[in-house]
């Protein structure tokens, strides 16, 4: 991990209250990074914010050279963020956490669930998987339509469904609704997004294998604070989401 | 420029330091620099048992300043001599211990389960952690206890022991006397200042714990006022701490009364800011007209 300062190459909304930031990096940098990884960025400069935003990646593009990283505006923090410009200088700690070891995983068919701020790592994670031949289809799940992003992103990759709360875009209800309605065809699931999410589809999806990933309130993001923890299955010790995370196998640790 | 400083136990090649709890063990920092350039490393607290801590969220911003409620997670004393103390050795370091406990018989058995290693330099006695139910601040609000927990972990120490004040307190000076008394050979201080912060949408607050150490450059004046009025009580040395973020902060802590300065949030929000502030040191001591940081002890009593 490193500490670096990256230029920002672009930055919009592309949704309510979500923002798309553009990074430039070097390719050496860009090729180290896992799908699930994220990156821990300073707010600004002085102290007013002294804590660092946990931010998942969400796409790698080689040839432009760029790092995205989507996050939702939720507090002073990530408002004082939005309000970044291009070019400006971003703090940042690279990489953090560990990813999606698709590398070790034989998949053919994957099914990855997303639900509102966590679908941006699945992007990257869909963009990995695509290129190693394996099948994806999509689950995504948002509170209304002014919240939905990335479909037609998702779309390009395979089969994508949509659902909102309010059903003011595609179909009605949660991401589970779909699961159970639709026939799925996969032999990996990957999942991000709230917890309670997180834990509806797990208990759904219990007979299969599959990764998720965690969000919490983070301090240092390197593991030495011990802020960011969740109980092993066995409880008999606590994982950092930091870096024991924010990628666990279904069923490592209590949600 | 002279940075040395020579207080119990710890001869220090310059006065800054990690605080207890913000620095792990020291593993995760030395992917960012060399810490041997370090003055010292004041390490994670232990206790007697391995300790999980509190429930999640155990931290929130807060302005200038952060609130953590962690709960002591540790692996337990034995753990941290036999996997933890080791990676430290490799450096040239003195290494500050943190002694944490529910009961006066835990802060004792912990102190001497320490004696079985010679990787530590000094003791840091926590009497003020205010994130657990037992113990901890209970031990730092009362001089009479303060006093009575230093004694029976002075005894049982072979390292110099500094107590950790703590801030939540009426008068911070008559628990600062009363652990010199008891055989204190430092003082660290602040710990953390008690804070609530209350979640609006979730209308309950934030923290799991509820309570939370308030720290960070929003605790920094209150800091100043306790080491300036203690350092004019005792005559036992400060180490202090709480919202250094700058190099100016270490010369007003040392300007205060300390004799060395802990770095503890602001390794957060950068994680080179210990290595960074040893840097600008001497320019800022020189700037303000000293030849060395020994010199700028207690500087501002006049």
Avoid: W
């Avoid at chain 1, 990074?33 to 102290?47: A, D, L, M, S, Y």
């Avoid at chain 1, 290129?131 to 939905?148: M, N, P």
């Avoid at chain 2, 710890?10 to 810490?35: H, R, V, W």
């Avoid at chain 2, 003791?123 to 037992?134: A, D, G, H, R, T």
């Amino acid at each position: 991990m490193e500490q670096l300062k990256v230029v920002i190459d672009g930055i919009d909304f592309i949704a309510n209250q979500t923002v798309k930031l553009d990074l430039r990096l070097d390719l050496e940098r860009l090729s180290k990074f896992q799908p699930g990884q994220f990156i821990h960025i300073r707010v600004n400069h002085g102290t007013e914010h002294m804590l660092r935003r946990p931010i998942s990646i969400a796409n790698i593009d080689i040839e432009k050279q760029i790092l995205t990283v989507i996050f939702k505006q939720f507090g002073d923090g990530t408002k004082a963020l939005a309000q970044l410009q291009p070019g400006q200088l971003l703090d940042v700690l690279i990489p953090c956490g560990n990813g999606y070891p698709i590398d070790e995983l034989k998949i053919s068919k994957a099914l990855l669930i997303g639900g509102g701020i966590g679908v941006p790592p699945l992007y990257y994670l869909a963009k990995k998987l695509v290129e190693k031949d394996v099948e994806v289809s999509t689950i995504l799940g948002f509170q209304t339509k002014d919240d939905v992003f990335y479909h037609d992103e998702f779309n390009r990759m395979g089969k994508c469904y949509v659902t909102t709360n309010d059903g003011s875009y595609g179909s009605k209800g949660f991401v589970t609704d779909v699961i159970e309605k639709e026939t799925l065809d996969f032999d990996y699931y990957f999942s991000c997004g709230p917890k309670a999410m997180l834990k509806a589809v797990q208990n759904q999806l219990n007979h299969f294998p599959g990764y998720i990933s965690l969000e919490e309130r983070m301090g240092c993001g390197i593991g030495a604070c011990y802020a960011c923890i969740v109980s092993s299955a066995d409880k008999s010790k606590y994982k950092k989401v930091c870096v024991d995370g924010p990628v666990f196998k279904v069923n490592e640790v209590i949600l | 420029m002279d940075l040395s400083i020579e207080i119990p136990g710890l001869n220090l090649k310059n006065p800054i330091m990690p605080a207890s709890g913000c620095f792990g063990f020291g593993k995760e920092y030395c992917q960012f620099y060399d810490l041997s350039k370090l003055g010292a490393v004041m390490i994670k607290a232990a206790t007697l048992k391995p300790r999980l801590g509190n429930p999640t969220p155990r931290v929130a911003e807060t302005y200038s300043g952060m609130l953590n409620a962690i709960g002591l997670q540790n692996p337990g004393v034995e753990k941290i001599i036999k996997e933890e103390l080791p990676f430290l050795k490799q450096y040239d370091l003195p290494v500050v211990a943190n002694v944490a406990g529910s009961t006066i018989d835990e802060y004792e058995s912990v102190t001497e389960s320490l004696r079985q290693t010679t990787d530590i330099a000094a003791i840091e006695l926590n009497i003020s952690c205010p994130n657990v139910k037992e113990g901890g601040v209970q031990f730092g609000t009362v001089p009479e206890v303060a006093a009575e927990v230093t004694r029976r972990v002075k005894n049982a120490s072979h390292v110099p022991v500094y107590v950790k004040l703590s801030p939540n307190v009426t008068d911070i000076v008559s628990i600062a006397k009363a652990v010199e008394q008891a055989g204190a050979d430092g003082i660290t201080m602040i710990n953390s200042l008690t804070g609530m912060q209350i979640d609006l949408n979730r209308r309950q607050p934030l923290l799991a714990n509820q309570v939370g150490g308030l720290t960070g450059p929003a605790i920094k004046p209150i800091a100043i006022r306790m080491i300036y009025q203690v350092y004019q009580a005792v005559k036992i040395p400060i180490i202090g701490m709480g919202g250094v973020s700058k190099v100016e902060d270490v010369l007003e802590f040392l300007l205060a009364g300390a004799s060395a300065v802990a770095i503890g949030t602001a390794n957060f929000q950068n994680p080179m800011i210990c290595s960074d502030i040893i840097d600008q040191l001497p320019a800022c001591l020189a700037k303000y007209g000293f030849s060395s940081a020994k010199e700028a002890i207690g500087g501002g009593h006049h």
